[in-house]
């Protein structure tokens, strides 16, 4: 298992012998259970996770609704940035919507390897650049696209989603209720 992660930090900057090891000791690797809340709204975030199997949805809690804004799925991280670096609670939910596998991480190990090897601190840059960059294209998503055209967007983009996740928190995530989910699809089939 530790090697998809060890294989994910390779692809953004070649690792030496001695760097890979130390990433290696300090990974842990949790299983949780469907289910698992990993962050509830109003805690403040000490973990962060990166997905090995399975799907953490990040939610709002609106009324009685859960508005959907997220699925990470393997070689994705998931990081409540503004949470953890500036030790606020958190506006959203954290929760495994499959049985997952994933390495957890906190701000301690994390420092401890930059001051062994400086070069991490730029690799996990380059992480945080990509994940604001995919948060970066789903708030314009938001803004510019219906949700006919997300609804498109996260089939070509995401298609294993749709045999994993129920349709009611895809209906979430497109920002429509299911119903109207589902007249998007028969209005697409009759294309």
């Not at 959907?68 to 606020?88: C, D, G, P, R």
Request: with cysteine.
């Amino acid at each position: 298992m530790n090697e998809k992660l060890l294989k994910y930090f390779q692809r953004i900057m070649p690792l030496t012998e001695e760097e890979a090891l130390a990433i290696t000791e300090t990974m842990t690797i949790r299983q949780y259970s469907k289910g698992t809340v990993l962050l509830k709204e109003g805690q403040v975030s000490t973990e962060a996770y990166f997905v090995l199997e399975g799907c953490v949805r990040q939610y709002y809690l609106v009324g009685e609704d859960e508005k959907t804004n997220n699925f990470f799925t393997e070689e994705q991280w998931v990081v409540s940035v503004t949470s953890m670096s500036q030790q606020l609670p958190s506006q959203y939910f954290l929760d495994c919507c499959l049985d997952s596998t994933l390495v957890v991480g906190n701000r301690q190990k994390e420092e401890n390897l930059y001051k062994r090897f400086p070069k991490l601190e730029t690799v996990s840059r380059k992480v945080m650049e990509k994940v604001f960059a995919e948060q970066q294209q789903i708030m314009a998503s938001y803004t510019t696209d219906t949700p006919e055209q997300r609804y498109l967007k996260l089939l070509s983009s995401r298609p294993e989603l749709f045999q994993r996740i129920p349709q009611y928190q895809i209906a979430s995530y497109i920002g429509v209720k299911p119903e109207s989910l589902s007249r998007i699809r028969k209005r697409l089939l009759q294309k």
